[in-house]
């Protein structure tokens, strides 16, 4: 098919650089099957982090595979070009972008949603730029299957979310997302289009998986899939002891994996002792007509209280068939695993809900969030790995004394085990066995309503600085430096492999500039 090459480069709007149009020349002969912009580019200049900015020269969308592998090979070509994939843009640190480089569109290329078999289980092929929430529907509406690993936000796609981890309250029985997968087909920095997986071109496939987007463009995954249940209850459990809720929550995902014997979501949050809409009482119960009374809470209590949010998959009572789960009996299996549990007697929220509804929860908050210009809003987000060994000093130190009064959203922690992680991925992580998510995910009005970024910034630095100056064993997730010397300390023993990987599939470093990891070479 014949390029279809759109260039109104209207001088007054945009910058141009020495080089630009040489770029611009050597693109326009590059007969893709998809579009190149080089005007509407101002969305994929920003993230959802609303901090960074980098307008790229162009944003390519491709129609195929072949289509990427064209346009990395044209950016080989040239002096200086990189290529930033684009997945949904949800980073917060400008991971996906290049400056006066070339983003590509993932979202634009064929929304390939395949479920496959092989034997007795079920695999679902899907194409690196498609979000989460339509491979839920594709699975559950069409074959009553399911991935086993989640984000709690399903508007993220497949290739953007393998590139880090992919974290939900699953991950500790299945592990994050990037364990979860079996296969990818990847293109290169070399322009290579290469299948890989645990047996063939292993060393790209678990460079790839938590990868940053270094080594290659996942253009597919392959991810196995399990029967849907029909329904979840949803529980919250608050604590006024944060070493209480931390236990609790251990035991429970070090639970065998035995019918009733745990749940299949483990959750939890810190949040303000006090009736603030966002960050206090009212962000506990699950539906609008229950209420927090705050008359329960034990007189020991202290700034911050922790919730530990549960969910137990179960089969449609009314269906009537032989998977149908009694409804006694999931109070039953509700029952005999809460009654181990130290929380507040009464301060307990429940919820019976469908599967697609609890998975798809997190998109009311973006509606309301979009309804109230929040969305749009900057968003400063911090998200750690916190060893076990440090998390009762992370929580007086952290919850209780810099973040007591909040931070205008969510304050999620949670245990995951390691041994759920495979250690030949690119995902760093801390060393204990036990580590907890810490994602203080901040959605306050911006400035002049909320506080001015930079001072959130650099609250986000302070907590940073002291899990330094104390010693934890911790990694940023969703890591943003800025300095090779920080990235290899990052990476720690791992750096090399790291290095070594982006030699071998990426010697130019052509992609994902917007990590700041490695400059482009010639
Ligand atoms: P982008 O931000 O577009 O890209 C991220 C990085 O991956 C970039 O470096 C990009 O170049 C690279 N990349 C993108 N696509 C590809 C591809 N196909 N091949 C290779 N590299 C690629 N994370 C969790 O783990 N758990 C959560 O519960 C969770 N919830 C979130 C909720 C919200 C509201 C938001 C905004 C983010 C959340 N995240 C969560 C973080 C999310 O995983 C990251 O933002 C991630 O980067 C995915 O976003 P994206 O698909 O838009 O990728």
């Not at 949040?271 to 809409?277: G, I, K």
Request: proline residues 5%; hydrophobic residues 40%.
């Amino acid at each position: 098919m014949i390029a279809f090459l759109e260039r109104f480069v209207h001088e007054n709007e945009t910058e141009t650089r020495p080089g630009d149009d040489d770029d611009a020349s050597l693109l326009r002969g590059l007969e893709l099957q998809g579009t190149i912009d080089f005007v509407r580019t101002a969305a994929a200049a920003k993230d959802f982090g609303g901090i960074i900015e980098a307008k790229p020269l162009a944003v390519i969308r491709p129609a195929s595979r072949e289509d990427v592998v064209r346009v990395i090979r044209a950016a080989s070509r040239s002096a200086h070009l990189t290529v930033a994939a684009r997945g949904n843009g949800h980073s917060i640190n400008g991971q996906a972008m290049t400056d006066r480089g070339l983003v590509i569109d993932m979202g634009s290329m064929e929304t390939q949603i395949e479920v496959v078999r092989f034997g007795d289980s079920a695999y679902v092929d899907v194409g690196g730029g498609v979000l989460w929430e339509d491979v839920l529907k594709r699975c559950v509406r069409g074959f009553g299957l399911a991935p086993r690993s989640w984000t709690d936000y399903l508007g993220l796609t497949v290739g953007g979310t393998l590139s880090n981890a992919g974290i939900s309250g699953q991950a500790f029985r299945y592990g994050p997302q990037t364990s979860n997968v079996t296969e990818l087909e990847v293109v290169t920095g070399k322009g290579d289009i290469l299948v890989c997986s645990e047996t063939q071109n292993a060393e790209l496939f678990f460079g790839v998986l938590g990868g940053l987007g270094q080594f290659g463009i996942i253009t597919r995954a392959r991810v196995p899939l399990q029967t849907a249940p029909d329904r979840v209850r949803w529980i919250r459990l608050v604590y006024v002891e944060f070493k209480e809720f931390a236990g609790d929550a251990e035991f429970l995902i070090t639970r065998p994996e035995g019918e009733g014997e745990s749940f299949d979501y483990v959750e939890g949050f810190a949040f303000v002792n006090s009736d603030d809409r966002v960050n206090g009482w009212p962000s506990v119960p699950l539906r609008s007509d229950q209420r927090f009374d705050p008359s329960l809470i034990p007189g020991t209590a202290g700034p911050v209280l922790y919730c530990l949010e549960l969910a137990l998959h179960h089969h449609n009572m009314n269906n009537n068939n032989d998977k149908d789960d009694d409804p006694s009996t999931v109070d039953e299996v509700m029952g005999h695993n809460l009654g181990r549990l130290r929380f507040c007697r009464d301060l307990k929220f429940e919820l019976d809900t469908s599967y697609m509804e609890f998975l798809l929860r997190v998109k009311r908050v973006e509606q309301e969030a979009k309804a109230n210009g929040i969305w749009d809003a900057p968003h400063p987000w911090l998200n750690l790995l916190v060893s076990s060994r440090d998390i009762l000093d992370f929580d007086r130190l952290v919850f209780k004394n810099i973040l007591n009064h909040g931070i205008g959203g969510p304050m999620l922690v949670y245990p995951l085990l390691r041994s759920k992680w495979d250690g030949r991925t690119s995902v760093v992580l801390p060393e204990a066995k036990i580590f907890y998510l810490i994602a203080l995910l901040r959605f306050g009005p911006p400035c002049p309503k909320g506080p001015a970024v930079e001072e959130l910034i650099s609250q986000n630095k302070e907590i940073i600085q002291c899990c330094i100056d104390h010693g934890f064993d911790f990694k940023l997730y969703l890591p943003h430096y800025r300095s090779e010397e920080q990235w290899k300390l990052h990476f720690g023993d791992q750096w090399s492999r790291f290095v070594e990987r982006k030699d071998r599939f990426d010697p130019l470093a052509i992609l994902a500039p917007g990590q700041k990891i490695f400059s482009r070479t010639h």
